[in-house]
């Protein structure tokens, strides 16, 4: 499975919708899930996202004085495991394209009162608008499956990686075990029902199932990081397969 | 843009065991800056190594974990990629014994390799032995002063019971042994006998060199 910006349409879970539409179809999804979105995550995750998130910061390699970017940051999480590895020297831009989101996360951010070195930039991951070769690690997690042309926001994003920086892509991916898949395909179909119960929005977790059914494999993104520019790429899969962390490098520029 | 191949990473699947490290680095960091900040002067001291990166091997059981101070903050991760300043390889033991005693001269023995800046380990060395937590403040934002003073109180007085009782139980058994049982002999009765054998010494040696003086003349007569 590829990108689809040849073509004119694209794919919005299993629907096939206009390539200029998908953004604000997305967009709407998580307006409406904005506010009950951690929440929802550990409920989908029986609470191990923190424990992921946590192990993808471990990743990152960061110290202090280094700039991040936290693309598709949504509610902050990884800022505010970002910021204190950077210090006060150091920069964390959380950059989301849904407002909602951004607003969600920036104010979870100032309440913690863990603004000082967190800046925020309503942005979209195709057209990053940051000065190319800037990041010392840029993280996108739970974020590129919902991009329209995800080679793209690669290639942005590897544009705007410092050489010697690093990528980090925390997403849900394929299974390794079939058994496991399958166990894990009955319990995300329970999602819709508990996102209809919790945020009285179903029809957004539909869609979370289903991108997460569309999103390439481990392989496959892998190759779309290769083919970005990315050197030394590798994967952890996590859980077994149900989420992965692939991990690229920029030696040089293109 | 060249394809790199990919790379043979035996790394590739792990998943549970690096979770599961994760979140035992997790606790022990949110501990460790727990008690960091109830202790303003080591923060202080932490900060003067801002940037700098300990990294402890462990080789059995086989173990990675980075201490990066991060200005105020201490980040423990297990991530290769972090360049380290110091790195300190050896058994679980031997590491154990290191960060818990000050000497550092039986390093050789107990096989723990070091490369890097050693002088950053005594550095780190000293800052966790001198960790010294105000917990009393922090007890009284929770309980208040009074019963905090109480606490205080009743923790010291406890203390002191326990030091006299150790005291005197020293004591006792110190006179049982020379005393009562005779298994030793008492510092008095030992003082006499050195006392005897110094003066048993100067003897010999005043006999010695009588016999000395005496061979010197005899020799002359003849």
Redesign the interface.
């Known amino acids: 499975m590829s990108n689809d910006s040849q073509s004119k349409t694209t794919h919005f879970g299993y629907r096939q919708v206009a390539v200029e539409d998908k953004a604000d179809l997305v967009g709407e999804v998580f307006h409406s899930v904005a506010k009950k979105y951690d929440l929802m995550n550990d409920v989908m995750s029986l609470g191990?996202h923190r424990?992921?998130k946590?192990?993808t910061?471990?990743?990152s390699?960061l110290?202090?004085?280094m700039k991040v970017l936290d693309l598709a940051g949504g509610t902050g999480d990884f800022s505010l495991l970002f910021s204190?590895?950077?210090?006060?020297q150091g920069q964390v831009i959380l950059a989301d394209i849904n407002e909602s989101m951004l607003r969600v996360g920036r104010d979870r951010i100032i309440d913690k009162g863990k603004s000082g070195n967190i800046s925020y930039t309503l942005a979209n991951a195709e057209q990053l608008p940051f000065t190319p070769d800037t990041f010392d690690c840029i993280c996108i997690a739970y974020g590129l499956r919902n991009v329209t042309d995800k080679q793209a926001a690669l290639n942005s994003m590897f544009e705007m990686t410092a050489p010697g920086g690093?990528v980090l892509i925390l997403e849900f991916s394929k299974p390794?075990n079939p058994l496991l898949g399958k166990a894990y395909d009955v319990y995300s179909a329970l999602w819709p029902k508990a996102g209809q119960l919790i945020t009285g929005d179903g029809e957004s977790y539909q869609y979370l199932v289903e991108s997460i059914r569309m999103h390439p494999d481990q392989e496959t993104l892998?190759q779309m990081m290769?083919?970005a520019?990315f050197?030394?790429?590798?994967?952890?899969?996590?859980?077994?397969g149900i989420c992965a962390i692939h991990v690229g490098h920029k030696t040089t520029s293109? | 843009?060249?394809?790199?191949k990919?790379?043979a990473?035996s790394?590739?699947?792990?998943?549970v065991n690096?979770?599961l490290q994760?979140?035992i680095?997790?606790i022990i960091e949110t501990g460790l800056n727990q008690a960091l900040s109830l202790d303003p002067a080591t923060r202080k001291q932490i900060a003067m190594l801002?940037?700098k990166?300990m990294s402890i091997h462990c080789q059995s059981p086989d173990l990675l974990l980075n201490v990066?101070?991060?200005?105020q903050?201490l980040?423990l991760?297990?991530?290769e990629?972090?360049q380290a300043d110091i790195t300190i390889t050896g058994n679980a033991s031997a590491l154990i014994k290191l960060l818990l005693t000050r000497n550092t001269s039986s390093l050789k023995h107990d096989g723990i390799i070091i490369t890097g800046d050693a002088g950053l380990l005594t550095k780190f060395q000293k800052i966790l032995q001198n960790l010294d937590i105000d917990w009393e403040y922090q007890l009284s934002k929770f309980i208040g002063d009074i019963p905090t003073q109480f606490a205080h109180d009743s923790i010291h007085s406890a203390g002191q019971f326990a030091k006299k009782t150790r005291q005197n139980l020293q004591d006792d058994i110190d006179n049982y042994l020379h005393e009562e049982a005779r298994l030793f002999p008492s510092a008095t009765e030992l003082n006499d006998f050195y006392e005897s054998v110094d003066a048993l010494r100067l003897r010999v040696d005043r006999l010695n060199s009588r016999t000395l003086k005496l061979q010197s003349e005899s020799a002359a007569d003849i």
Do not use: W
């Not at chain 2, 790394?11 to 998943?15: A, G, K």
């Open positions: 191990t424990i992921i946590r192990f910061v471990e990743l390699a110290r202090p004085g204190p590895l950077v210090g006060s690093r390794v892998k290769l083919e520019g050197e030394n790429c590798e994967y952890h899969n996590v859980m077994g293109r | 843009m060249s394809a790199i990919p790379q990473d790394r590739r699947f792990f998943t690096s979770l994760s979140t680095y997790s801002s940037g990166c990066l101070v991060c200005e903050y980040s991760s297990g991530n990629a972090l």
